[in-house]
């Protein structure tokens, strides 16, 4: 079974960046696409963005686009999400998930394996 690993998550003020890891633990990502998606207290998970493991294409929420980049390493081991521009707004728990059905649709119940979350707390 496949296992998500994040790590990168923290403290950071507002303005600043964070860059975030999803690591493939035992193989490589052999999915149609692996996500980012993120939890705030009493809030619901929210997608923030995914790449599409065939031709790269990569997709954002409305909240991400213009300061968030999701990528994924050649080797499918590993997909990163730079966070630039950061606001109060996106503190929350990050989390890695992987998808198997070939449908662009990224709502989370879709996803199949989730990583167990890294903390981005950003202060004002």
């Known amino acids: 079974q496949a296992q998500l690993v994040e790590s990168g998550g923290g403290l950071v003020q507002a303005g600043g960046s964070l860059r975030l890891s999803c690591a493939f633990s035992?193989?490589?990502?052999?999915?149609?696409?692996t996500g980012w998606f993120r939890q705030a207290p009493g809030k619901e998970r929210d997608f923030v963005a995914a790449i599409r493991w065939s031709g790269g294409r990569t997709y954002y929420a409305d909240s991400a686009k213009g300061r968030f980049t999701i990528s994924g390493d050649n080797a499918k081991t590993t997909v990163t999400l730079q966070m630039n521009n950061l606001k109060p707004e996106d503190t929350a728990v990050y989390y890695c998930?992987?998808?198997?059905?070939?449908?662009?649709?990224?709502?989370?119940?879709?996803?199949?394996?989730w990583g167990q979350g890294t903390q981005v707390t950003v202060s004002s």
């Open positions: 035992g193989g490589t990502f052999s999915s149609y696409a």
């Open positions: 998930a992987d998808k198997k059905d070939p449908i662009p649709s990224w709502r989370a119940s879709e996803f199949d394996y």
